[in-house]
Every structure is written in structure tokens, then in C-alpha cells.
């Protein structure tokens, strides 16, 4: 079973900066990848930013939501078993609950697909 830690959400005006971390513990041996998604106020949860294959060069992948593509930026360290989201130029639709997203594969070779509780994120005004 894999534990997520988030941490880093709160409060901040338009155009401010947040950063928000995610760590893992617990028996995993390979990630898969490693994202935030969030859940806008009413709204459905959606993903905010992956990465994919975090542990190689290639073929590792980043997505990121069009929405805040140039201004959020996710650092995926799998040795650490930590994953980052920066968080520039925040709007009020970035308001929400933000969770960290781990899947990879356990010791045992089971799959591994964990949830962090959420980290609420308000962008005022």
C-alpha cells in the first residue's frame, strides 16, 4: 500500500504563486507516473499535469492541462519519491481541491494506482 503526503495548498490573490508536494511511502518499486489533478469547485476532477515514466530519460512524458500550460510546472522525482507542482500566475478558476496521483507497480508486482486526501488551492480575486 502507498501513503501520499500532499502539502503546500492555501490561500493566495490573482496572479500569485503556490507550490504544492506530494511524498509517497510505502512498497512501491517502480513508478509509472506521478500527476496532480484537481477538482474545481462543482465541477468533475480533472488532470492537471503528468508525468509519465518519471524514472527514465525516454520515453518520459509531460502533460499538462491547456488551461495552465506556461505557467504551472510539475517536477517528478522518482528517488525521492516526491512529486512538485509550481504554480505561477494563479486565476481564480485555478481554485479547487488538488490531488496527488502515484501509479507504478509494487515490490509484490502488483499495480499501484494511490490518491492523496486533496489540498485545497483558493485563488481570490
Request: charged share 15%; net charge negative; with cysteine.
Amino acid at each position: 500500500q502507498v501513503q501520499l503526503v500532499e502539502s503546500g495548498g492555501g490561500w493566495v490573490q490573482a496572479g500569485g504563486t503556490l507550490t504544492l508536494s506530494c511524498v509517497a511511502s510505502g512498497n512501491i518499486d517502480k513508478y509509472t507516473s506521478m500527476g496532480w489533478y484537481r477538482r474545481p469547485p462543482g465541477k468533475a476532477r480533472e488532470a492537471v499535469a503528468v508525468v509519465t515514466n518519471p524514472e527514465i530519460a525516454s520515453p518520459r512524458t509531460v502533460d499538462y492541462a491547456d488551461s495552465v500550460k506556461g505557467r504551472f510546472t510539475i517536477s517528478g522525482d522518482s528517488a525521492k519519491d516526491t512529486v512538485t507542482l509550481q504554480m505561477n500566475t494563479l486565476t481564480v478558476e485555478d481554485t479547487g481541491i488538488y490531488y496527488c496521483n502515484i501509479q507504478g507497480t509494487s515490490t509484490w508486482g502488483m499495480h499501484v494506482d494511490s490518491w492523496g486526501a486533496g489540498t485545497q488551492v483558493v485563488v481570490s480575486p
